[in-house]
């Protein structure tokens, strides 16, 4: 069940090449102040998954938390606890017309798959019924667990923290949305989808400091660099699914959030804020004041 719970939290990271996340001491934000004349809120770029030794957090998710008046992530954390969720998110990462994952994939890379999947000690059996998402997140667990990424990340951090203050939370999109999100993930190009994959476990733990360097400092384009330009290049309709819709789906709320008074700290997926399609370039380019807060 646990391994249910997790796929939501890591299903924009893993979709964005995120892997991991340790601690350094670099100047820079990852949290930007959103203004609309007197109309504020804090936007963060968030890390699903930490090290113990990553906290304390950066001190400008802390200054933010205290600011706002309630906290938006990119769902409702609340249900994903739920007996029902957990039941359809399994549903959503098997296949369930009879076919398996070695129909769609070279026998050839199948054979590498196994391998894999055989090196961390999974039962070789289940492996044919899951969908590439699935395969992925199961595989990206067990591989950052092994460099000792196993820790509560930023939303669930501060989820806590406003159950424990009284902080009304909301999410941006629904449950639903996002095992459907899960459900496509690779589909249609399934031997692309899982080769990338396989490749990128292979070399995750080089990409550790670069992608931590970007994050802290707030280095946008860096962090498209990192997390989105493979996606769009290898994966187009995913990207526009699973980055650029999900973007345009969340900038209406986001509005709205700066027309009222209460005071918001919306936290995603830090590949949501970089590139032009990023919330960050979209939010300039509407008008509003956009600055990192330090």
Request: glycine share 8%.
């Amino acid at each position: 069940m646990r391994l249910i719970q997790e796929v939501q939290r890591f299903l924009t990271l893993i979709c964005l090449s995120v892997v991991a996340m340790t601690a350094a001491a670099e100047t820079g934000s990852s949290v930007w102040q959103v203004s609309d004349g007197d109309h504020v809120l804090y936007l963060g770029g968030t890390v699903h998954v930490l090290r113990q030794q990553d906290y304390p957090l950066p001190v400008e998710f802390d200054r933010a938390f205290l600011r706002a008046d309630r906290l938006v992530f990119e769902t409702d954390l609340a249900q994903l606890q739920s007996v029902a969720v957990q039941q359809r998110m399994q549903q959503a990462i098997r296949y369930g017309d009879g076919s398996g994952l070695s129909q769609r994939l070279s026998a050839e890379l199948y054979q590498r798959l196994e391998s894999v999947w055989q090196h961390y000690g999974l039962p070789v059996e289940v492996l044919n019924e899951l969908r590439p998402s699935g395969v992925v997140i199961t595989l990206t667990m067990l591989n950052l667990k092994q460099m000792g990424v196993d820790a509560q990340g930023i939303d669930d951090f501060y989820y806590t923290r406003a159950m424990q203050q009284g902080k009304p939370v909301s999410g941006l999109e629904s449950v639903d949305q996002q095992i459907d999100f899960l459900s496509r993930m690779g589909e249609g190009d399934e031997e692309t989808f899982m080769r990338l994959s396989l490749d990128e476990l292979d070399e995750s733990a080089a990409l550790i400091d670069e992608i931590l360097t970007a994050w802290r400092r707030g280095h946008l384009d860096e962090l498209e660099h990192l997390l989105v330009d493979d996606m769009r290049r290898d994966f187009p309709a995913q990207y526009q699914t699973l980055l650029v819709g999900r973007n345009q789906h969340w900038m209406p709320q986001i509005k709205n959030m700066l027309r009222d008074r209460p005071v918001e700290l919306v936290l995603v997926g830090s590949g949501h804020l970089a590139g032009e399609d990023g919330l960050i370039e979209q939010l300039q380019l509407a008008g509003y004041q956009v600055k990192r807060l330090l």
